[in-house]
C-alpha cells in the first residue's frame, strides 16, 4: 500500500473536529464510489488519492464501491478495470463493495418510506413529472397521486418489483416538499422500472433505486463516516441527509464536497470519452492521449507522479482549471532521477566518418543517468558510419547555430570531436549523407582540453543498433480561440517508423520508461510491442513550462 500522508485541508479539519468531539467514536470511515459505466480518468484519480490518503492519515478505514444501481450502461469490464486502477496507484481497499449487494435492504426501506407516508407509488410520465415539478424560479405542484394511501403505494410498489408494469410506466417518489427552493427536493424519484439483465443480480430484479437515494443508505449501511463528493452534490445533500434520517439510521454520515478537477487540454466527460472510443478516434480506452488513468499508465506514467500530483493541487472548495503543465512538471520530477538515458535517432541521416577505420567498431562508456550514479554505465558501440539527428545539420545554418554545418566541428555524446566535410545529395537535391573526421585525441573522458565546441549531438552506430516505431504526442484536445471551447485535435500524434536506437534497447521490456537524449521520456508501449518490433510512446518532453514560483 502506497504510504505518503496527505498534507492538511478544510476536509481534515472537519474530520479532526468530529475526532475531538467525538462524534463518530473518533473513526474515520471513508469510500471510494464509482458507478462502473466507463474507465476511470483523471478526475477520478483525485478522489482515490483523497478517500484512500485520508483514511490513511487518520488510521482508518477505505471502502471501493461499486454504484452499480444503471444495469443499462454498467459492465464487469468497467469493473475489473477500476480495480486494476486503484490497485496500480498504490491503494488496498478495505472492502471490496457493490450497491447491489444492498438491494434487498434498500427495497426494505423503500417499504418502511411508503409505511411512514414518506414515498408514493406515482404513474406521471417522465414529460407530465418536468411539467409538475416547477424550476428555479417557480415552486412545483404535487401529483395527482401524491396523497394515494398507503396501502396502495405498498400494493403498486410490490407489483413493480414483480414484473407487472413496463418501463417508465409507474415511479415511486420520495414524498417530501414540491415547494422547496432545492428542486432535488421536490418528492425526487427513488425507484424506477427497468427491465434489463444486472451484470451481478441477473434478472432478479426489474426495479432499481436512484443514485440519489441508493448513495446514502450505502454509505450508512457500510458505515461510511464521512462521504466525499465533488461539488455538484453539494445541493443534493439536503436529500442525503433526508434519505438516512427518514430510514432511522442512528449515526448518519456526513456529506462533504470538494472542487473537481479540471485540466486544460483534458476532457474529463466518461460520455464523451466513450464517444471517442465508440467512433474510434483512439484506440480504445487506453490510448496513450486519454484522460483516462489506464492511458495514462499505458503512456508510461508513474503512480507516483500521478500522487504527487494530486497532492500539489490540494483539495479546495471553489472550481478552478489546473494546467496540465503542473501534471507534466509532475511527472518529469519523478523520473528524472528513475529512468535510464539513452541514445535514439528519431530522424535518421547518415553521418560516415571518412579517417575512421571501416571495419572497426569500439565500445565507449557512458552514464545511464548523470544526476543518479546507482544507475550505473553501459558500453555504447561505435563505428564508421553513424546516424545523428536530420536537424542536427544545416547547409545555410543561421547565427548560433553550433551543430553540423561544413566547416564545423561538433562533439559527439560520449565519444569524439567530428568536423563536416562533405553534403551528398540525391538527384532531386535532397541531403542523404554528410561526411566528416574524427579527431582521435579528443576521446570522451580522456581529459582532452585542447579546444572546445559549442555543439553536443547524440547520434547511434549503423552498424550495432535496433529499429523501433516513436509515437509523438499533441494534446488530444485543443483550445479554440475563437470559441473558447475545447476540440477534438486531428494531428494528436505523429508515428515515427524506422527510429535509430542504441543497441542496449534490444533488453527493453514492456512499459519500460527512459530518457532519449534531447527528446523527452519515452515508455516501451505494452500492447503493440512485438518480439521483433519495439513500440515506444512519448511520455513527456524535456521542456518544463511549470513555473515552480
Known sequence: ????????????????????????????????????????HMGHAKSICLNFMTAQKYGGKCNLRFDDTNPVKEDVEYVESIKEDVKWLGFDWDELC??????????ELAVLLIKKDKAFVCELSVDEMREYKGDFNNPGKNSPYRNRPIEESLDLFERMKNGEFKDGELTLRAKIDMSSPNIYMRDPVIYRIAHSSHHRTGDKWCIYPMYDYAHPLEDAIEGITHSLCTLEFEEHRPFYDWVVKETEFAM????????????????????????????????????????????????GYTPESIRNFAESIGISKSNSVVDIAMLEHAVREDLKLKATRKMAVLNPLKLVITNYPEDKIEYLDAENNSENEELGSRKVP????????????????????????VGNEVRLRNAYFVKCTDVIKDENGKVIE????????????????GRKVKGTIHWVSAKENVKA??????????????????????????VLKDCIMEKSFETAQKGERFQFNRHGYFSVDVKDTKEDELVFNQIVGLKDNFNKK
Open 382 to 405: 561505435f563505428s564508421r558510419e553513424i546516424y545523428i539527428e536530420a536537424d542536427d545539420f544545416m547547409e545555410n545554418p543561421p547565427k548560433k547555430y553550433y551543430r553540423f554545418f
Open 98 to 107: 457493490f450497491a447491489s449487494d444492498y438491494f434487498d435492504k434498500m427495497y
Open 434 to 449: 554528410i561526411h566528416g573526421t574524427y579527431d582521435e585525441e579528443t576521446k570522451s573522458g580522456t581529459g582532452f582540453t
Open 469 to 494: 516505431t516513436v509515437r509523438l504526442y499533441d494534446y488530444l484536445f485543443k483550445l479554440n480561440e475563437e470559441t473558447g471551447q475545447y476540440e477534438y485535435n486531428e494531428d494528436s500524434i505523429t
Open 252 to 299: 448518519p454520515p456526513k456529506q462533504i464536497e470538494f472542487a473537481r478537477l479540471e485540466l486544460t487540454n483534458m476532457i474529463m466527460s466518461k460520455r464523451y470519452l466513450k464517444r471517442l472510443v465508440d467512433e474510434r478516434k483512439v484506440d480504445g480506452w487506453d490510448d496513450p492521449r486519454m484522460s483516462t488513468i489506464s492511458g495514462l499508465r499505458r503512456r
Open 1 to 40: 500500500m502506497q504510504e505518503n500522508v496527505m498534507q492538511g485541508n478544510f476536509i481534515h479539519s472537519i474530520i479532526e473536529k468530529d475526532n475531538e468531539e467525538n462524534t463518530y467514536g473518533k473513526k474515520v470511515y471513508t469510500r471510494f464510489p464509482p458507478e462502473p459505466n466507463g474507465y476511470l
